[in-house]
C-alpha cells in the first residue's frame, strides 16, 4: 500500500528540462490543434490520451508528419480486442520513414550507425550510407523474387549489416525475423521453420568475451532444414570465404541505387518476434509496418525525448525485441549505437565504457547488469566521462531499490533513471519513462500514452495501491496483428483474453500508486501464494540479492496435492561464499522483516548456477512444472533454455519429493 502523502523523489526534473521535453511542446501543440489539456501536466495529457483515443493517434501522426502514400479513411474503426483496426486505407512504409534523416543534405555525412565491438572503438556509418546499402539490397532482393508478405530471416549479431538487412526487407514490404547467433541450432529453427523464410542473411560466427565463436556447422543446419530458402547471404565477420551456393554480402550491397520503398497497408506485416517458448514452441507474433511506426515514434519521439541531436545505445541482441525497439531511434533521426559483444568484457565497467566512448545520450541496460556493477563496486560517474548521458533506461526485470540508489549516487545525481516494462507482445513500454516527472525510487515514472493501463483484481474490479493483474483496457496500435500458424486466431486468444474477455492481460503483478507511479512485482503466473497473501517473485529477488554472498536466486511456490505449499529458494552463491547455518539464517530473516514472515522460504538449496531464458529472463514457470513431477522433455522446451544442462537436477528433485 502507498502512503497518502506522496513520498520525496528520488530525482525531478528542472524547470529547463521540462520546458526543452519534446513532450511539452507536443502537449501544447495537442492543446491548440486538438483540444488537449493545455495544463494538468502529464497525468492531464494521459488521461487525454486514453479517453479520446484515435484523436490522440491521429495527433501523433500529425505532430511526426507520417507520410500516407495512400491517406487514412478512420484512426480506428474498430476498437474491439484482439482486432482492432487502426488507420484503415492507410498505405505507407517503415523503412522509408527510418532513413528519413538521410534526406536532409546537412545530415547526410553525420553518423545513423556507430558500431562497437570488444575493442570498444566506434566505426560510424553515415545515413547517406545506409541509405545507399538499403537501396541496393531492397533492390537484389526484388531481384531475387522477393516480394511483399515473404519473410526474410537473419542468424546476426547485433551489428550494422543487421540493420540494412530489416530496413531493405521493410523497404520491400517483406517480413523481417531475426535470433542472435548465440542460439543453438534447434533454438533458430524452432522458430525459423514456424513462419518458412525465403532469404537467410547469417555470419560465420562472432566474438564474444574475447574470444571467436565460429557458427558455420550451425549455418549448415539451419540451410539444410530450412527448404523454403532461395537464397542464404553470407557476412564474413570472421573473414572465411562465403560457402558453396551462397551469395556474397559485398556483392549484394555495392550499388549506388535509390531506394524504391513499396506503400503496404497500415496493418501490413513487418517483423515477427517470438515468445520465449520456454513451455512450447514459441509463439511467432506479428507486428504491423504501421503499428510499430506510430508506436515507436511516441515512445522514442516523447517518452525518451530522442531527435537529432542524441546517441541512443541499449545492451542489446537481435533476438530480443529491444533490438527492434533500438533500430527504431533512426525514426527520430537518432544516432543509433550498436554493441556487438559481451555485456562485461574485458570487465565489469565495459558498457559505460562504450556509453562514454559514443558519447550516449540514453543508454539503456538490463537490471541484472545495473546490480552486477553494484556490486562488482564499479564507480561509473568517477571513473568515466559520462556528461553526455541524460538518461539510463533499465528493463528485463524491475529495478530494486538499491538499484535506483545506485545509478543515483555513483552515476549523477542528476540523472533521469528510467525503469521501463512492457513486453515483446507490443514491441513497446506499457509503462516507464516520462521526462517531465519526478522518479521514485523502485517506481516506474507513469503509463505511458495511449495505454489504458489498470491494475485489476480477479473480478475485474480497478485497484490503487495495491497489488493487481496489469491489463490494458483500449488497443494500442503495436499489438500483434495475429500469430503466425494460428488461423482461427485461438492461440492469440488464449495468450491475452481469456481471463477478461476483450481486455488484454499481461501475465505481470502490478501496483498502481496514488501518484500515478507503476510498481512491478513480477510474473503473475509463477506468483507466490501462500496462505492467501500473494506476492511477486521479483520482490523476494530484490531482498535476497542484497547479501553480499547470493548472487543470483531462484524461487518456487508449489501447491501440493495435499493441500500444503512448499516454497523452495535455489541459491547460486558468490565465489568464496558458503551456504552455511548463518547464510541460510541471514536469508530468512531478511525476507521476514523487509517482506513478509509467510514467505520465508521452506528451504534454501544451493545450485550451480540458475537457469534462464535465452534473453536472460529467470525460468520459473518449467522449474515449477520439473518440481511438480512432469518429466524434462514436456516441461520445458529445450531450444529456450541458456544451459539446458541445469535442469535435470530439478527434475531428479521433482521425482524423489513424488515419491517421498
Given at each position: 500500500m502507498t502512503?497518502?502523502?506522496?513520498?520525496?523523489?528520488?530525482?525531478?526534473?528542472?524547470?529547463?528540462?521540462?520546458?526543452?521535453?519534446?513532450?511539452?511542446?507536443?502537449?501544447?501543440?495537442?492543446?491548440?490543434?486538438?483540444?488537449?489539456p493545455a495544463a494538468g501536466g502529464y497525468p492531464a495529457l494521459h488521461r487525454w490520451s486514453v479517453d479520446e483515443l484515435d484523436i490522440f493517434w491521429q495527433a501523433v501522426a500529425e505532430w511526426f508528419d507520417v507520410r500516407f502514400t495512400t491517406p487514412y479513411e478512420s484512426v480506428l474503426a474498430d476498437r474491439a480486442m484482439p482486432g482492432a483496426r487502426w488507420f484503415t486505407g492507410a498505405t505507407l512504409n517503415y523503412a522509408e520513414h527510418a532513413l528519413r534523416a538521410a534526406e536532409n543534405p546537412a545530415r547526410a555525412d553525420e553518423a545513423a550507425l556507430l558500431h562497437v565491438d570488444e575493442t570498444h572503438e566506434a566505426v560510424p556509418v553515415t545515413w547517406a550510407e545506409l541509405r545507399r546499402q538499403v537501396g541496393a539490397l531492397s533492390a537484389e532482393l526484388r531481384a531475387l523474387g522477393v516480394r511483399p508478405g515473404d519473410r526474410v530471416s537473419g542468424y546476426l549479431p547485433n551489428i550494422p549489416e543487421a540493420v540494412t538487412a530489416l530496413l531493405a526487407t521493410a523497404a520491400v514490404g517483406a517480413v523481417w525475423t531475426s535470433c542472435a547467433p548465440d542460439f543453438g541450432a534447434r533454438s533458430v529453427l524452432d522458430r525459423f521453420q514456424q513462419v518458412e523464410p525465403v532469404v537467410l542473411f547469417t555470419v560465420d560466427g562472432y566474438r564474444y568475451g574475447g574470444k571467436e565463436h565460429d557458427r558455420r556447422d550451425t549455418v549448415a543446419e539451419l540451410r539444410a532444414e530450412l527448404p523454403s530458402l532461395r537464397a542464404v547471404v553470407h557476412i564474413p565477420l570472421l573473414g572465411t570465404d562465403a560457402p558453396e551456393g551462397t551469395l556474397a554480402w559485398s556483392d549484394l550491397t555495392a550499388?549506388?541505387?535509390?531506394?524504391?520503398?513499396?506503400?503496404?497497408?497500415?496493418?501490413?506485416?513487418l517483423w515477427v518476434l517470438y515468445s520465449s517458448g520456454t513451455t512450447g514452441l514459441p509463439k511467432a507474433i506479428v507486428q504491423s509496418q504501421g503499428g510499430i511506426l506510430l508506436e515507436h515514434l511516441k515512445q522514442l519521439g516523447l517518452h525518451c525525448d530522442l531527435g537529432p541531436e542524441d546517441r541512443f545505445f541499449w545492451y542489446t541482441s537481435t533476438g530480443w525485441m529491444m533490438w527492434n525497439f533500438l533500430v527504431s531511434g533512426l525514426l527520430t533521426g537518432t544516432t543509433v549505437v550498436l554493441y556487438d559483444g559481451s555485456p562485461g568484457y574485458p570487465d565489469t565497467g565495459a558498457q559505460w565504457r562504450i556509453a562514454e566512448r559514443t558519447k550516449a545520450t540514453l543508454y539503456g541496460t538490463s537490471a541484472a547488469y545495473v546490480m552486477a556493477c553494484r556490486k562488482a563496486e564499479v564507480h561509473p560517474g568517477r571513473d568515466f566521462d559520462l556528461s553526455a548521458v541524460k538518461c539510463v533506461a533499465t528493463t528485463g526485470s524491475p529495478l530494486p531499490p538499491d538499484g535506483f540508489r545506485w545509478l543515483h549516487d555513483e552515476v549523477a545525481e542528476d540523472l533521469w533513471i528510467a525503469s521501463v516494462s512492457g513486453g515483446t507482445d507490443v514491441c513497446s513500454c506499457f509503462a516507464g519513462a516520462v521526462p517531465t516527472l519526478p522518479v521514485h525510487i523502485g517506481e516506474l515514472q507513469a503509463a505511458c500514452l495511449g495505454t489504458d493501463l489498470q491494475a485489476w483484481d480477479p473480478s475485474g474490479k480497478p485497484l490503487v495501491g495495491e497489488v493487481g493483474e496489469l491489463v490494458v483496457t483500449n488497443p494500442m496500435p503495436s499489438m500483434p496483428i495475429h500469430f503466425w500458424n494460428d488461423p482461427d486466431g485461438s492461440r492469440y486468444r488464449d495468450s491475452y483474453f481469456e481471463m477478461f474477455p476483450g481486455v488484454w492481460r499481461h501475465g505481470d503483478w502490478i501496483t498502481i500508486t496514488d501518484h500515478g507511479s507503476v510498481v512491478i512485482h513480477g510474473r503473475s503466473d509463477s506468483t507466490l501464494n501462500r496462505q492467501g497473501v500473494r506476492m511477486g517473485s521479483a520482490d523476494i529477488y530484490e531482498a535476497v540479492e542484497r547479501l553480499p554472498e547470493i548472487k543470483e536466486s531462484l524461487v518456487i511456490g508449489l501447491e501440493e496435492p495435499n493441500g500444503g505449499y512448499w516454497m523452495p529458494l535455489f541459491v547460486h552463491l558468490a565465489p568464496g561464499a558458503t551456504l552455511d547455518d548463518d547464510l541460510r539464517a541471514r536469508v530468512k530473516t531478511t525476507i521476514r522483516e523487509q517482506l513478509s514472515p509467510r514467505h520465508v522460504p521452506d528451504e534454501i538449496i544451493e545450485v550451480p548456477?540458475?537457469?534462464?531464458?535465452?534473453?536472460?529472463?529467470?525460468?520459473?514457470?518449467?522449474?515449477?512444472?520439473?518440481?511438480?513431477?512432469t518429466p524434462l522433455a514436456k516441461a520445458v522446451n529445450a531450444g529456450s533454455v541458456d544451459n539446458l544442462d541445469l535442469l535435470p537436477f530439478y527434475e531428479e528433485l521433482g521425482r524423489t519429493r513424488a515419491q517421498g
Open positions: 502512503s497518502a502523502s506522496t513520498p520525496q523523489p528520488l530525482w525531478s526534473p528542472g524547470p529547463d528540462r521540462i520546458a526543452a521535453a519534446r513532450i511539452t511542446a507536443f502537449q501544447a501543440w495537442a492543446a491548440e490543434r486538438f483540444g488537449a550499388a549506388t541505387t535509390e531506394p524504391v520503398f513499396e506503400a503496404v497497408p497500415f496493418d501490413h506485416p548456477a540458475i537457469p534462464h531464458t535465452l534473453t536472460g529472463k529467470r525460468i520459473e514457470v518449467p522449474v515449477k512444472r520439473l518440481l511438480q513431477g
